[in-house]
C-alpha cells in the first residue's frame, strides 16, 4: 500500500506535469509488482505465512504411500 501511495505521490509531482497523463494504472501496477516481488523474494520464517500441513493430511500420505508399496509387491507376484 505504501508503494501505490508513494508512487502516485511522485508522479503528480514530477511526471504528470511533464506529460499530462495521469498515473493511477501505472501506480497500481507498480504496487502489484512490489507485492509479488515481496511474496516471492522475502524468506517467511518458520511457522508464519502459510498454514502448514496438518497431521490429518501427513497421515494419509503415510497411508498412500503404504498402499502403493503394498500394490507393487501384489502385482510384482
Known amino acids: 500500500m505504501a508503494i501505490s501511495v508513494l508512487a502516485t505521490l511522485s508522479w503528480n509531482k514530477w511526471i504528470k506535469p511533464l506529460t499530462g497523463i495521469e498515473g493511477d494504472f501505472y501506480c497500481i ?33 503415510q497411508l498412500i504411500r503404504a498402499f502403493k508399496k503394498y500394490k507393487k509387491t501384489i502385482d510384482l507376484e
Open 29 to 61: 501496477m507498480a504496487n502489484g509488482l512490489a507485492m509479488m516481488a515481496a511474496h516471492y523474494l522475502l524468506p517467511q520464517p518458520a511457522g508464519k505465512g502459510w498454514v502448514g500441513i496438518n497431521d490429518q493430511y501427513k497421515r494419509m500420505q
